[in-house]
């Protein structure tokens, strides 16, 4: 040991995940354990393959897996997405096929969005996983819209809008809750605090003692949760839905994360992340917390986890064969879907 | 058939559009009990309730904002922006969003919001009740922008704006919102978008201007009459999509082209009927295309009517014209 901090243990016993997750906890755990490694297996694989010039642009979501799998788990087909950057994966636990998205990273005719948007920012309406743009913040006004329509059309389900630390000093983070609480919309305003905008920290971005601490202001409840603890982010996500989904108004959830790798592939974060980052975020690594849980009691071994990571590994490759055996958007898709109508005016 | 101011219209078709269809909701500023500012939504808190005359927080990223997010789970907003000069907090939303959603989710999310916003000058409203800024909305693929002059047009566009399934930037021109009456059809009258309006016929000279603009160059028109020129006046009505067709038909019928707007000149919509005429009516243009529009300035207070165009200027503008050539 050279000082490095030691993973930090999930602190539960199973009686304890049980009584948060509900009776098929087992099953839920395992399930979130799959999408963790097949998330982690994707990153590394598109990392790669943007390094090698294969695939256009990549942002990576590692270190904010647990997020993404407890909110694709705990909420129903009924309920929206509204992603930020690293969200992606909520629209797989969805049922987003996976090769669907490898399409979209490769922005081959197969994409759904037709190669209109950056990698990372698929569409998947199917799962009602909504098209993002890179504007930071703008979303979060979209959600509250969308839950104030459910609640119009006497729909069931609740939104989550999902932004960054950085988003919560936009124009929109501030006009969407004060939207969202004046309404009462059934929405979650989710923030992924994974403490840095880039390069700027988020002791930059705020005075207020916590993310979370915002919500007062605006008359909402807010919390502040581990985001690096599947089963806590599970148990808060959907007790948020519930409250919304019943007319208790919105919630918002703060969850402390790390990021564990650059801002994207466009990003060197050596040039502002203190030396000691790394080795924390480590300790800290969703994915290697559950792991430890899972083998202390005796629910994940040797042979399983090595079964789910070649599950996840052929599951990556297929996908990505697929996705560059594929042509690029055809010339003519250029002009489409800017109107109803198909085209502008001009062609010539 | 109704005789009403264009403001009265608007509300007409608000009021039927919302008995049409419950889907159909607003949302801004003041436009609940009290009405609207200008009193375009006048009743319909009473008729529909606050849960279809929403009346928000003061914030145009807000109201255009949650409008997309009504937008894209079944509902059809149509938001209210109290003046144009205050649309600027929702532009990102406008340009980065709206105009932007249908093409980047490949279609699957199609955006259909209405943003209402009074705009233009002579109301002794100064820099900030005043602007009149379409070109920066007709600059952004995926937007309509519609400008009526009439209360039937504004019915009527109005109507068509609530069923098309684009975003349209719908520009009431405030000036002419009580100084403007005329017979509006009653019941779902809707008037296409893409198709101008041949205002008056002319041989000699083609006028164009839209929204405010109309009644000043009408009365330009009918001044050089007087003097044995016969000016034809064309409204395109929607400046996205634009009636190219009627636009390079009057200039070969007339071959002598003005262009009012109350916007700036530079990078003004102006510019863009001078380059249609130019690549496609080059040559049937017997004089220099013309523009009467604002200063190159923000918009005055105390000398708005030096400012902005009038019968004068645009008569002016015409006779240069037609004794060029």
Redesign the interface.
């Not at chain 2, 255009?64 to 509902?75: E, K, R, S």
């Not at chain 2, 932007?100 to 199609?110: L, N, T």
């Given at each position: 040991m050279n000082g490095a901090p030691a993973l930090v243990p999930l602190p539960y016993s199973p009686d304890q995940v049980a009584a948060r997750l509900g009776s098929d906890w087992q099953p839920t755990l395992r399930s979130a354990h799959r999408w963790m490694i097949l998330a982690r297996t994707l990153d590394a694989r598109m990392q790669a393959l943007q390094r090698q010039g294969r695939v256009g642009f990549y942002g990576a979501a590692t270190g904010q897996e647990a997020v993404n799998v407890a909110a694709g788990l705990a909420s129903r087909p009924e309920d929206w997405v509204y992603p930020g950057l690293r969200e992606q994966l909520v629209a797989l636990v969805r049922g987003h096929p996976l090769v669907t998205y490898a399409h979209h990273l490769f922005a081959d005719n197969l994409d759904p969005g037709r190669g209109r948007n950056m990698p990372c920012h698929p569409t998947a309406q199917e799962v009602r996983y909504v098209s993002m743009s890179s504007v930071i913040g703008t979303q979060i006004d979209h959600a509250v819209g969308t839950a104030f329509a459910l609640r119009h059309r006497h729909e069931p389900g609740a939104v989550l809008a999902f932004f960054g630390d950085g988003a919560t000093s936009s124009n929109d983070f501030h006009a969407a809750l004060n939207f969202g609480a004046v309404w009462g919309a059934p929405v979650v305003f989710c923030c992924t605090n994974n403490q840095w905008a880039i390069s700027v920290p988020v002791t930059h971005q705020t005075a207020a003692p916590s993310l979370a601490a915002k919500a007062a202001e605006y008359g909402l409840p807010g919390r502040q949760v581990d985001g690096t603890d599947f089963v806590a982010v599970f148990a808060e996500v959907r007790a948020a839905l519930e409250q919304a989904r019943s007319g208790g108004g919105p919630t918002l959830l703060e969850f402390v994360l790390y990021r564990m790798t650059a801002h994207s592939s466009s990003d060197d974060p050596t040039r502002y992340q203190p030396k000691d980052w790394a080795a924390r975020a480590v300790a800290h690594d969703p994915v290697a917390r559950l792991e430890e849980w899972l083998g202390r009691n005796r629910l994940l071994d040797a042979d399983q986890r090595a079964a789910v990571a070649a599950e996840c590994e052929s599951a990556v490759r297929d996908a990505v064969e697929a996705a560059e055996a594929t042509i690029p958007p055809v010339p003519a898709s250029l002009t489409e879907d800017v109107y109803a109508s198909g085209s502008t005016g001009w062609t010539d | 058939m109704t005789e009403l101011t264009l403001v009265q219209a608007v509300n007409r078709g608000l009021a039927e559009a919302m008995r049409a269809d419950p889907?159909v909701?607003l949302l801004g500023e003041d436009i609940g009990l009290n009405g609207g500012v200008f009193r375009a939504t006048e009743g319909l808190y009473k008729e529909f309730g606050e849960?279809r005359v929403i009346d928000?927080?003061l914030?145009e990223?807000?109201i255009?904002?949650?409008?997309?997010?009504?937008?894209?789970?079944?509902?059809t907003?149509i938001a209210e922006i109290q003046f144009m000069d205050f649309i600027y907090?929702a532009f990102?939303?406008i340009v980065?969003?709206l105009a932007?959603?249908?093409?980047?989710?490949?279609?699957?999310?199609?955006c259909h919001v209405v943003i209402r916003t009074p705009y233009g000058g002579g109301i002794k409203g100064g820099l900030y009740h005043s602007q009149s800024t379409e070109a920066y909305f007709c600059h952004t693929?995926?937007l309509?922008v519609v400008v009526p002059s009439t209360p039937a047009d504004a019915k009527g566009l109005l109507l068509t704006a609530v069923h098309?399934?684009?975003p349209v930037v719908f520009l009431e021109p405030k000036r002419i919102y009580r100084a403007v009456t005329g017979e509006v059809p009653d019941g779902d009258h809707r008037v296409p978008f893409g198709k101008a309006r041949l205002v008056r016929e002319g041989t000699d000279v083609s006028l164009f201007a839209y929204g405010a603009m109309v009644p000043p160059t009408v009365e330009a028109a009918e001044a050089l009459a007087k003097d044995g020129i016969q000016a034809e006046v064309v409204d395109p009505r929607t400046l996205v999509?634009?009636d190219?067709a009627a636009i390079l038909a009057s200039v070969e019928k007339t071959g002598r082209a003005v262009v009012v707007h109350e916007a700036a000149r530079f990078c003004g919509f102006g510019a863009e009927i001078a380059a249609l005429l130019a690549e496609k009516a080059f040559y049937s243009l017997k004089s220099p295309i013309a523009r009467v529009t604002g200063y190159d300035t923000p918009f005055p207070y105390a000398l708005e009517n030096l400012y902005l165009p009038n019968a004068d200027t645009i008569a002016h503008a015409a006779r240069a014209a037609v004794q060029a050539a």
């Open positions: - | 889907n909701v849960q928000t927080p914030s990223t807000g255009v904002g949650t409008a997309i997010g009504m937008a894209l789970n079944g509902l907003p907090p990102d939303q980065s969003e932007k959603f249908r093409y980047r989710s490949g279609g699957q999310f199609p693929a995926g309509k098309d399934e684009d999509p634009l190219e």
